[in-house]
C-alpha cells in the first residue's frame, strides 16, 4: 500500500461531490426558465368585481368571481399562520383526522367546537372522525358558479 492512501478515499470523495454539484447545475438549468417572475409573485391583483351603486352613492350589489383583500403577511395573526398544517406536518392523512386535529391543537381548540369546511368526501369523512362539524362546500360552489 502506497504511503499516501488517503489520495483516494479524497479523489473520490471530491469525484461524489462534484457530480452532486454538476446534478444541481443540470437540475437549475432545467427548472429555471419554467419559474414564474418575482412580479407574477409579489404583484398580486385579483380581478375587481363590478360594484353596482345607487344614485345616493350606497352600494346596492357587487357581483363579480374574486372577491379579495391583499393583505400583507404582517398582518396576518399569528395564530393563524402557526395553525397551517401542510400534509409534512402529519404522519396520516385524509380521511384520517390527524391534520384537522393537529390545526384545532395548534389554534388551542377543542375539536367539538371546530368547523372544517371541506370540498371532498374524504375531507368530510376525516371532519368527522376528528369530532368536529363538516360542512360541504361544494352544493355553495355550484349555487354560486350557477348564479
Known sequence: MPKRWWIYPL???????????????????????????????????????????????????????????????????????????????????????DVFLEAARRLGAEPAACTVYEDTDIGLEAARRAGMTPVDVRPIIRASAAS
Do not use: W
Open 11 to 97: 479523489f473520490a470523495l471530491c469525484t461524489v461531490l462534484l457530480a452532486m454539484l454538476l446534478l444541481v447545475a443540470y437540475a437549475a438549468v432545467i427548472v429555471y426558465p419554467t419559474l414564474p417572475s418575482l412580479e407574477a409573485l409579489t404583484e398580486y391583483n385579483p380581478k375587481i368585481p363590478l360594484r353596482i351603486f345607487s344614485a345616493d352613492s350606497a352600494l346596492i350589489g357587487e357581483f363579480g368571481e374574486e372577491r379579495r383583500a391583499v393583505i400583507k403577511i404582517a398582518e396576518v395573526p399569528t395564530s393563524l399562520k402557526q395553525a397551517i398544517v401542510a400534509a409534512e406536518d402529519t404522519a396520516r392523512h385524509k380521511p384520517e383526522p
